[in-house]
């Protein structure tokens, strides 16, 4: 095999355990304990009997089947733990017990207004009465009550057990019935920790703007709790969600800022080990120990414990160590979708960056961006799949969105760290590194806005198993044809620009939405309701906003709508109001008007807070009361005030109108309940309408009379995609069907907008937006970021490492002398050449070689890096030249070398010759290592060092005839005594090997094997 690029040496003998352990680690859950030991016994003994072979493989396998073990042993161990908690009995009766819980992450709220709920991770210790072995739940909990707690706390309280979903990795789902009592502090370091993250949020919220002072604490440690839901919407489109999950860039930021100062005072390696240890630890608990912190931790451990024992670090063992370790103590992240997210981009960056940035490198692109080019789209093509998987989105702008994104990573990071260890003991001076810090911070919210606006930058994928297969099929498939037929190259680009250039402006030409004459429009919000009557130019009439700020500011933003002079509100349910702050952020509001709402309502002051946050005024309305918003007018319906009572139904409070545009009447029903539906019926109500929107999702708690009273011709169903209500219900669409109506449903048809005017009027449907759906769900985007491994050089091939042979040293045993000092015997000065003459220009090319020219601003000689010394076969020669002095048919091939001469520039060459046992031929690029000495001998077949400049071989053709001009080299100095040997150290172009180049700083040289009689 020929080869053209610099060899290197990939330990991949971790990778099969490390696959063995994630699958088992899988499919254990679903194997009975009896099963479990039965496996891990079988894997145990096969492992024994192994461990007396020497093959290669056996190891491999060996380390598989232990694996197997380890991991059977921990699923059989915990899954007996299990079955004794008393959880899954409590859970099966729907009981309320008495429960002790260990918070294991800080609360996290839900999204909704009014009320909000915190949902928290936790480990039970006490059911009953009754110690558990330390079982996970789930706890759910009202926000107010919760707020300030934080992991490594205890607290007691009585919950509701539940049993948990199907494939959770918690053992029950717990519903707060009481305020928790505090058991148990969280101990000073996790206080100390919260301190700091809730200093630097109070320090961001002082000095920056909304938007930067939510991210910068997102970016620093991974608090989004202050994060916009609108800007998370956004990062995730953009496809720069992974830097608000803090990974491994954060840890490698982190370590790279406290080793700084001790490489620069050249401290002790096991000193840097332990303090990047100790920094790594640090960080872990400030930002809590998520799936991808906890996999960039332990990989960084594992590379920290290689340079304290200095041995090589190597990236793709220490990520498989880290794998196998995670999974060992954490099974439920062999489920995580940020995990695996973060194993492939780790793994795309190793394998994947180096080779392209040197391509990239070899096209003359400044080194850091060829690194930021490579590592960004290492990442990008390898979790794309993944990502295509579980959100069915592919975003073509998450590329140039991270390179753009990259500069402002680290400063921002750097400086939020600083100001978070500041602001205890300095309040002022953390502000002062708080308001630096915003500015590139501010950069990243630019980016993200401006990425997330471009049509068509993410497009909707098959999700699933088959989505991910199909797209890492084309991307293979692609990859192939463009590196086996490089004709194809301009063709792709020339089609990629053709679709830039025409078919994306003909696309957003061919849109056509919004549609003009637009009466109402119902957006696609997910399980919710948000409807849009626009106005005028730049204005509209908002109705509920949905439970999704993003997705509801969305839709408004598809319309154009800047201004809302009215906002109706039809009661305070979560997924009506619970994007209300998102909606109403960055536009004008003049009113938010609802109907009477219950008094004893807990959720008004929060509401109110809301409104008060934007400067807008709350009216209430009352039946017979009508608004009119430039053409389109709106009466009140419902409901009556005397139903406002304490401990009323919030849903049959619901507002009830009649919005009239350009002669189209829609009915806005809120979430009537039956009961109230046919109060209203029974008071005379008069109903009519073009246009219903169903009440309640459709849900099945309907009244006939009701729906038949609207007579209308087209029902609305706002309704969220898979939701597990089952809305819309068989009844309700048998009522409307019955009706004479024809449905339209938010979750199959997208955004729905009825257009036209009285008498000419129709619907229109944008289809489901796959990508605003995906965004809004949170799915985890693509780590990317700059790694070490990026930067780490290989050496060009393998070498014998120093101290191969008994007594060798690490001391060159030569004088410095001629070389710059480095060693090697003093050569008498010569001239190079023939007399009178300048350089002999170098022999032609043949094969695949020729017509390569050398870049021209790279100088002739060969890159530094030390070549292996191959012995040939038992009865067989090297593989030779073709032609003349062309180059080997394989890596490494040995060829004539010349005479040595004087080194008339005296600089260092990057290869000599060392005396002494032990020592060889030292290359910068091999850590130390060198060719061993005793492969330098004299003879014919046997390598030996000279060094010189290179001059023309006696028996080159060009001077077969004239054998007297070798006198004009001296001979040379024999390492071991006798004859010298026609072997030498001498530069050769990589792609100029057939003809020697005088050596020159800053480039190699390569070790070459004397024929046989050759002038001997």
């Known amino acids: 095999m020929r080869a053209t690029e610099r060899w290197s040496w990939l330990d991949l003998r971790l990778v099969p355990p490390a696959a063995t352990v994630w699958a088992a680690t899988l499919l254990a859950p679903s194997l009975p304990t009896g099963l479990l030991w039965t496996g891990a016994g079988t894997a145990a003994g096969g492992a024994a009997l192994l461990l007396r072979s020497r093959r290669a493989a056996a190891g491999v396998l060996v380390g598989c089947l232990a694996a197997l073990t380890v991991v059977g042993a921990v699923a059989a161990v915990g899954a007996q733990a299990r079955a004794a908690s008393p959880l899954p009995e409590l859970a099966a009766r729907g009981a309320v017990a008495e429960v002790v819980v260990e918070l294991d992450e800080d609360p996290r709220v839900l999204a909704g207004a009014g009320g909000p709920r915190v949902l928290v991770a936790g480990t039970a210790l006490e059911v009953a009465g009754r110690p558990t072995a330390g079982d996970a739940v789930l706890l759910f909990g009202p926000a107010d009550e919760w707020a300030g707690l934080l992991p490594g706390q205890s607290v007691r309280l009585r919950a509701a057990v539940r049993a948990a979903e199907p494939g959770d990795h918690v053992l029950a789902v717990l519903s707060a019935r009481s305020p928790p009592a505090a058991v148990g502090g969280p101990g000073r370091v996790q206080q100390a920790a919260g301190d700091l993250r809730a200093g630097l949020a109070a320090s961001a919220d002082r000095t920056l703007p909304d938007r930067p002072a939510g991210l910068l604490p997102g970016l620093v440690v991974g608090d989004t709790s202050a994060m916009d839901a609108q800007l998370t919407a956004e990062f995730r489109r953009a496809g720069l969600a992974h830097l608000t999950a803090v990974s491994g860039a954060n840890v ?77 103590v954490e099974p439920e992240l062999a489920t995580d979708p940020g995990f695996a997210l973060s194993v492939a981009a780790t793994a795309g960056i190793v394998l994947l960056a180096p080779g392209w940035t040197r391509q990239l490198r070899r096209r003359r692109l400044p080194r850091p961006l060829a690194e930021a080019l490579a590592v960004s789209g290492a990442a990008g093509v390898v979790t794309a799949p993944l990502v295509a998987a579980l959100s069915g989105v592919v975003s073509v702008v998450s590329l140039p969105a991270n390179l753009l994104a990259a500069p402002a990573v680290a400063p921002a990071t750097v400086l939020g760290l600083l100001a978070a260890l500041a602001e205890p003991v300095w309040p002022g001076g953390a502000d002062v590194l708080t308001w630096v810090a915003g500015w590139p911070v501010r950069w990243l919210v630019v980016v993200a806005e401006h990425a997330a606006a471009v049509p068509d930058g993410a497009t909707g994928w098959p999700a699933g198993t088959r989505g991910a297969v199909l797209l890492a099929g084309l991307l293979i498939a692609a990859a192939w044809a463009l590196v086996r037929w490089p004709p194809l190259r301009p063709l792709a680009l020339a089609a990629l620009v053709g679709v830039v250039v025409i078919g994306w402006p003909v696309r957003q030409a061919a849109r056509g939405w919004p549609l003009p004459d637009t009466v109402i429009v119902a957006c696609d919000v997910g399980q919710g309701d948000a409807l849009v009557l626009p106005t005028g130019p730049g204005e509209g009439v908002l109705v509920d906003a949905g439970p999704d700020g993003a997705l509801v500011a969305g839709c408004l933003d598809r319309l154009g709508v800047r201004r809302l002079p009215l906002v109706l509100v039809s009661h305070l349910d979560a997924d009506h109001v619970g994007g209300l702050a998102g909606a109403l952020a960055g536009r004008a509001v003049d009113v938010v008007a609802t109907g009477t709402l219950a008094p004893t309502d807990e959720r008004v002051p929060e509401f109110e807070r809301v409104l008060a946050g934007v400067g807008a005024v709350h009216e209430v309305l009352l039946p017979g009361q009508t608004r009119t ?12 005030p005397d139903r406002a009572t304490a401990g009323a139904e919030p849903n049959d409070l619901s507002l009830v109108l009649r919005a009239t545009q350009r002669g189209v009447r829609v009915l806005l029903t ?26 309640h999702h459709g849900s099945a708690d309907a009244d006939a009379r009701f729906i038949a009273a609207s007579g209308a011709a087209v029902a609305l169903v706002s309704v969220g995609a898979g939701n597990t209500y089952g809305h819309p219900t068989d009844r309700l669409l048998d009522l409307v069907a019955d009706g004479g109506m024809r449905t339209y449903r938010t979750d199959r048809d997208g955004d729905v907008a009825v257009v036209g005017e009285a008498g000419d009027w129709g619907v229109a449907v944008r289809g489901p937006d796959v990508v605003q759906r995906a965004t809004a769900d949170g799915v985890p985007g693509v780590p990317a970021g700059r790694s070490a491994a990026v930067r780490e050089r290989r050496s060009a091939v393998a070498a014998w490492s120093r101290g191969s042979t008994p007594g060798s040293t690490a001391r060159p045993d030569v004088p410095a002398a001629g070389r710059g000092g480095r060693g090697g015997a003093a050569a008498r000065p010569r001239r190079l050449g023939r007399a009178g003459r300048g350089a002999r220009a ?16 790279r100088r002739p000689g060969r890159r530094a890096g030390a070549l292996a010394v191959r012995r040939p076969p038992a009865g067989r020669r090297h593989r030779r030249a073709r032609g003349r002095g062309g180059p080997g048919g394989v890596p490494g091939g040995l060829r004539q070398g010349t005479r040595p001469g004087a080194d008339a520039r005296a600089r260092a060459p990057r290869g000599q010759a060392q005396r002494g046992p032990g020592q060889g031929v030292q290359g910068r690029r091999c850590g130390g290592r060198r060719v061993p000495q005793d492969q330098f001998r004299r003879g014919t077949g046997r390598v030996r060092a000279q060094r010189g400049p290179a001059r023309r071989r006696e028996d080159h053709p060009g001077r077969g005839h004239r054998p007297a001009r070798r ?20 530069r050769g172009h990589r792609r100029r090997r057939g003809r020697p180049v005088p050596p020159r700083a800053g480039r190699g040289h390569r070790v070459h094997r004397g024929r046989a009689r050759a002038g001997r």
């Open 670 to 695: 809120g979430d009537l309940g039956a009961e109230a539906e046919a109060a209203i019926v029974a008071a005379g109500t008069d109903l009519s309408a073009d246009v219903l929107k169903v009440p």
């Open 252 to 328: 490698a930021i982190v370590v790279g800022l406290v080793l700084w100062p001790l490489r620069a005072r050249a401290a002790d390696r096991r000193a840097q080990a332990a303090v990047a240890v100790l920094a790594i630890a640090a960080f872990v608990v400030l930002a809590r120990p998520g799936a991808s912190v906890l996999r960039a931790a332990v990989m960084g451990g594992v590379a920290l414990l290689a340079l304290a024992t200095g041995r090589s670090r190597t990236a793709v063992p220490a990520l498989c160590a880290a794998i196998v370790l995670l999974l060992l």
């Open 967 to 986: 006198g004009r080299q001296r001979p040379a100095q024999p390492l071991r005594g006798g004859q010298p040997a026609g072997v030498g150290l001498r």
């Open 629 to 640: 918003v430039g053409g389109a007018a709106f009466e009140v319906l419902a409901p009556d």
């Open 842 to 857: 170098p022999p032609g090319q043949r094969g695949a070689r020729a017509g390569r020219g050398r870049p021209a601003d």
